[in-house]
């Protein structure tokens, strides 16, 4: 134990041990990440990321082919180019994120929130997308060919800019 002496000591006398201490505890910190980096570094190490603090994330071209990321928060994030299909991301947040020209062919995006999100490019060719918000979404030249949509919310969403083939609508008919 240092006494209370020692800390004013003008010779330094026994300093090493206190100085000793200070580096080491801001060298434990200094390794601390962010919770926000410690997940997008696991998201691209395992492309696994549950309950994730995404939000705003750079994830632009990113190859997260059937990554599971359920529950995680990507609002505000840029996956414009990215390939997510087959990706897991039931209840995921991505309110106002940038997907133009993402591939979410056969991605399961139940209860996800898509709201204010630009789909524009988006190809959502098979997803499930079962009660998804897609308030408010960009949807120029996105296709929702075979997607299931049954009790999505499209509220404030233009659905002549979209291709629906064969899509399972929110009131539960399939387009033609």
């Not at 071209?61 to 995680?72: I, M, S």
């Not at 991605?107 to 524009?120: I, M, P, W």
């Not at 499209?154 to 399972?168: I, P, R, T």
């Amino acid at each position: 134990m240092i006494q209370q002496g020692t800390l004013f000591n003008p010779y330094f006398v026994q300093a090493t041990i206190a100085s000793f201490l200070l580096v080491g505890v801001a060298a434990c910190q200094k390794n601390e990440l962010p919770s926000a980096a410690n997940d997008l570094e696991q998201l691209l190490q395992t492309k696994q990321c549950f309950k994730c603090d995404l939000s705003g994330a750079q994830l632009s071209k990113a190859d997260l082919q059937g990554a599971k990321l359920n529950d995680a928060n990507l609002s505000g994030a840029d996956l414009s180019g990215a390939n997510l299909s087959g990706a897991f991301l039931d209840s995921v947040d991505l309110s106002g994120a940038n997907l133009s020209n993402v591939n979410l062919s056969l991605a399961g995006l139940a209860k996800a929130n898509l709201s204010g999100t630009n789909l524009t490019g988006a190809n959502f060719s098979g997803a499930f997308l079962r009660a998804a918000n897609l308030q408010d979404a960009q949807l120029s030249n996105t296709k929702f060919n075979d997607a299931d949509l049954n009790t999505a919310n499209l509220d404030g969403v233009d659905l002549n800019s979209a291709d629906f083939q064969g899509a399972m609508m929110p009131d539960g008919t399939i387009r033609k």
